[in-house]
């Protein structure tokens, strides 16, 4: 990857609407040598897919909980088992397998306090294997990046 293909990941992350005729003028190439760059990404997996950014909150779910969650047991059929069932709960928007005390961090988006005890008691504290949940209201977001850096 050298720099032309860095300034158009660059580019794709700061607006994916882009025409290829804008993006080849923005990072000075011809339009046909832009298209076959971006599809080289698209085939090597550099680039995964297109997105649309929805406003959380305007979407109704202004509110971060950030949950820990400690399994029984780690093997690997408990992991599997939960890791299936949490993709299944809509607002759980990530989920790491993590080291140290806790087995898993998970976002949930929230309405407010009462929208999270619902999902707290009738979904994440049914999931197969929890042992205990741990959870953490955001006060407010202070940097939320969706650009992953591309370096040389």
Do not use: W
Not at 1 to 20: F, P, S, V, Y
Not at 50 to 63: E, H, T
Not at 103 to 126: F, G, N, W
């Amino acid at each position: 990857m050298d720099r032309i293909d860095r300034a158009i990941l660059h580019e794709l992350q700061l607006d994916a609407k882009l025409t290829n005729a804008n993006l080849a003028h923005q990072v000075n190439l011809s339009e046909s040598a832009c298209l076959r760059r971006v599809r080289n990404l698209e085939s090597t997996g550099m680039i995964r897919g297109y997105v649309c950014l929805v406003d959380q909150s305007r979407a109704g779910f202004p509110d971060n909980v950030f949950v820990q969650i400690t399994l029984h047991s780690q093997q690997r059929a408990d992991l599997d088992a939960f890791e299936a069932a949490v993709m299944a709960i809509p607002e759980v928007m990530e989920c790491y397998l993590m080291s140290g005390d806790a087995d898993y961090i998970v976002r949930v988006v929230v309405q407010d306090a009462r929208d999270y005890e619902r999902i707290h008691s009738r979904q994440l504290t049914q999931l197969p294997g929890v042992d205990r949940v741990h959870s953490s209201f955001a006060l407010r977001t202070v940097i939320k990046r969706t650009e992953v850096p591309i370096r040389s």
